[in-house]
Nanobody
Framework: QVQLVESGGGWVQAGGSLRLSCVAS????????MGWFRQAPGKEREFVAA???????YYADSVKGRFTISRDNAKNTVYLQMNSLKPEDTAVYYC????????????????WGQGTQVTVSS
């Protein structure tokens, strides 16, 4: 089991940037794939980006070219750099962990953080 803590959310104007961080507990972080998901009010949780244990990356079409996921195994941390933010990016952002290979399916992730709010104003 991995415990996850997100940070870095906040309020930003459209076109701005934020960087989310997710710190994982445990000694096996490097063997996990990490994903970022988001959930807006009244909507289902949706996939944003994921990174495999060997740092292959995968993005939702809605964020491709604007968001970048990365990981630092020495710090047990995964990042989500978000640029050119839009009001429709407003949501609670969650990081999640699963063994080795990335997935865009929320149900395939075993461990979740508590979420961090991102609000983008127009």
């Amino acid at each position: 089991q991995v415990q996850l803590v997100e940070s870095g959310g906040g309020w930003v104007q459209a076109g701005g940037s934020l960087r989310l961080s997710c710190v994982a507990s445990g000694r096996t972080f490097s063997s996990y794939a990490m994903g970022w998901f988001r959930q807006a009010p009244g909507k289902e949780r949706e996939f944003v980006a994921a990174i495999s244990w060997v740092a292959n990356t995968y993005y939702a079409d809605s964020v491709k070219g604007r968001f970048t996921i990365s990981r630092d195994n020495a710090k047990n941390t995964v990042y989500l750099q978000m640029n050119s933010l839009k009001p429709e990016d407003t949501a609670v952002y969650y990081c999640a962990a699963r063994p080795r290979f990335y997935s865009d399916s929320a149900s395939s992730y075993e461990d979740w953080g508590q979420g961090t709010q991102v609000t983008v104003s127009s």
